[in-house]
């Protein structure tokens, strides 16, 4: 039967040839390492490979029949282009990729005939694709009787009655303010993040607490940011909601925890720290949530 | 030190195929560097951003300047850059003369100070408090440059006398840092950045500027 293959080929390290019969612990290793990060790609979707490793120059080769190895071509193939959801694949890959782009080390490699070790040099670290999952943010006030605070992580939950419920995830600094209300109606500002296309799940994280005759207004607020998707109106609507704040302190820290959330835009956050920049230098609550939404932002920045 | 040609960009031509960033822009004239601003392109649009004694001006690139772009400011924060511009503009009012106290602006384009003299600057000043107010510390160490570097005869006398200021409330923040030196303050990333820092490229980048026909 007709086998299609898949090689890696170490000819040279620093312009030294390197042979099966006479390798430096440094082509050794490389070469023992890509050899590996083959077999476990091989392995992982065929168990009817065979292998060779050939003398002259260091040749390591994977042989499985064509229906067998056109998967594992075309799984790689996937890695390169960075579309892959397979673990095993992409780790491997990247063990190889690192390998192939070692200053000084001379590797080939190929898919049957064609030759694909440039492809991988140049390719984008190789790394698995994000999860597909999309989910968008909504800003609620929600009101009931809590009756239960705890958790590991800290929330608490709402009765609506008619058995609906709601668990509302928040923060120590909550549960201590919280515990005074049990039992009783409470308005909160929530930010939902709800799962697109699953609308049942849906994740609810304590904002502010509000009283009820700063509810009507507050909501007014919440749906015209919640309907601005334009960039800089939704920027700009953020500078004129504290403009317009009665209660600026309470509205900074609205704002520093609700874009403390990395669906949003990396320019709403940066707009949130600008503005409570001032302020958190005189409000230590202010400069705590700030210092939190300032890690979170650090995080998308440095996400290239 | 041929490199820095090519960071250079002028607002005559299309040479600058970047979108997205926010530039230290100066206007030559003789080869003296006499007005600083601030570009920032965006959406395919290139703006100027600028403070004279004729006040704030935010508009559609319209004057020649010579510009290169700010590393500090990280391109995808444009947007958010241009917000905290026109911010300023609509709510602050800016006077000129030859200080600089270490103000900035904070989010209702307030002019945050601890000194009155502190609303009184140059088109320089005015840059270095919008990157300062944007970025959230120091840009430049501005205490670096003391009253020798405004060397005009009985110009803080005059001042202090027309604007009803005490010389003493106003000495320390006489200062003046020039075009040249704020335009050549886009080499470094590293923050604050210092005299020194600029004093150790401003004449290699004024060789270059020069250089460049308009």
Redesign the interface.
């Known amino acids: 039967m007709s086998k299609d293959k898949i090689e890696i080929k170490l000819s040279q390290v620093n312009n030294k040839n390197v042979d099966l019969t006479n390798m430096s612990i440094e082509a050794l290793e490389s070469f023992l390492l890509v050899t590996n990060s083959l077999k476990e790609i091989v392995q992982s979707v065929t168990s009817k490979a065979t292998y060779s490793i050939k003398k002259g120059s260091c040749v390591a080769t994977a042989y499985a029949p064509p229906p067998q190895m056109q998967i594992v071509h075309s799984k790689i193939n996937d890695g390169i282009e960075g579309k892959s959801k397979d673990k095993l694949v992409t780790d491997n890959l990247r063990i190889i990729q690192d390998e192939l782009k070692k200053p000084g080390y001379s590797y080939k490699m190929w898919n049957n005939s064609t030759q694909i070790d440039e492809r991988i040099r140049t390719a984008n670290r190789i790394t698995k694709s994000r999860s597909r999952k999309k989910y968008k943010t909504k800003i609620e006030i929600m009101s009931g009787v809590f009756n239960q605070i705890g958790g590991n992580t800290p929330n608490y939950h709402f009765d609506f009655g008619d058995n609906k419920k709601a668990t509302i995830g928040c923060d120590t600094k909550d549960v201590s303010i919280l515990k005074d209300y049990l039992y009783k109606t409470i308005y909160c500002l929530v930010s939902k993040q709800i799962t697109i296309g699953n609308p049942n799940e849906s994740l609810n994280r304590h904002i502010a607490f509000l009283e009820k005759n700063e509810v009507d207004e507050l909501s007014n607020t919440i749906t015209q940011l919640d309907s601005v998707t334009n960039?800089?109106e939704r920027?700009?609507f953020l500078?004129a909601y504290?403009?317009n704040s009665k209660n600026k302190i309470r509205d900074v820290l609205v704002l520093t925890r609700l874009f403390n959330n990395n669906l949003y835009?990396?320019?709403?956050l940066?707009?949130v720290?600008?503005?409570?920049?001032?302020f958190a230098q005189k409000n230590e609550t202010i400069k705590h949530y700030r210092n939190e939404l300032k890690l979170t932002f650090e995080k998308m920045?440095s996400k290239v | 030190m041929e490199l820095f040609d090519l960071d250079i960009f002028n607002t005559l031509d299309n040479n600058c195929k970047e979108d997205n960033y926010v530039a230290i822009a100066t206007m030559r004239s003789n080869n003296q560097y006499y007005h600083s601003a601030l570009i920032i392109n965006f959406l395919g649009e290139k703006y100027e951003y600028h403070f004279d004694k004729e006040g704030i001006k935010f508009d559609k690139v319209c004057n020649i300047y010579l510009y290169k772009i700010l590393n500090v400011i990280d391109k995808r924060l444009t947007p958010s850059f241009y917000v905290h511009c026109k911010r300023i503009k609509d709510t602050s009012n800016p006077k000129y003369g030859y200080f600089y106290s270490g103000e900035y602006y904070d989010k209702n384009g307030k002019h945050f100070s601890e000194n009155p003299i502190g609303e009184h600057m140059t088109c320089v000043g005015f840059c270095i408090n919008v990157l300062k107010g944007f970025i959230g510390k120091e840009y430049i160490d501005y205490k670096d440059w003391d009253i020798d570097t405004h060397n005009v005869k009985d110009y803080l006398e005059n001042f202090a006398k027309v604007n009803k200021f005490k010389i003493s409330d106003i000495l320390k923040s006489h200062r003046r840092i020039t075009p040249l030196e704020l335009f050549t303050s886009s080499y470094f990333i590293s923050l604050p950045i210092t005299k020194y820092n600029i004093d150790s490229k401003v004449d290699d980048v004024s060789i270059h500027l020069d250089n460049i026909p308009l």
């Open positions: 960039l800089i920027l700009e500078y504290i403009d835009d990396v320019n709403e940066k707009t720290l600008v503005i409570s920049d001032g920045m």
